[in-house]
């Protein structure tokens, strides 16, 4: 199990940016998937994109690929999710969550195929 803890959440006006951060901890040699989820009031879980941290292979969403990004810190404990031309429907609370080994697609859009998760970070874009 690894612990996690995202932070960089904020209100920002339409058109800005923002780098989220999820920091791990305990168990960090294992979980070596690491993934952004989104949830948005009265809508499900929603996978944005993974980074293997052994082999730094990513997949983002078709949806957000071309305003977010992911990068990671040397010491592969701190992931980073990058958002430009932020827009009110990206309005949501961020989730980092970890799993064991790469996946399919369709099992990474599972929020139940991620053992760990942290506790949100709360992102509000004004129109």
């Known amino acids: 199990q690894v612990q996690l803890v995202e932070s960089g959440g904020d209100v920002v006006q339409a058109g800005g940016s923002l780098r989220l951060s999820c920091v791990a901890s305990?168990?960090?040699?294992?979980?070596?998937?690491r993934a952004w989820f989104r949830q948005a009031p009265g809508k499900e879980r929603e996978f944005l994109a993974a980074?293997?941290?052994?082999?730094?292979?990513?997949r983002i969403e078709d949806s957000v690929k071309d305003r977010f990004g992911l990068s990671r810190d040397s010491a592969r404990i701190t992931m980073y999710l990058r958002m430009n031309d932020l827009q009110p429907e990206d309005t949501a609370l961020y989730y980092c969550?970890?799993?064991?080994?790469?996946?399919?697609?369709?099992?990474?859009?599972?929020?139940?195929?991620?053992?760990?998760w942290g506790q949100g970070t709360q992102v509000t874009v004004a129109s």
């Open positions: 305990g168990g960090t040699s294992s979980r070596s998937v």
């Open positions: 969550a970890a799993r064991d080994g790469w996946a399919t697609a369709q099992t990474m859009r599972n929020p139940a195929r991620w053992p760990d």
């Open positions: 980074l293997n941290l052994a082999d730094y292979d990513t």
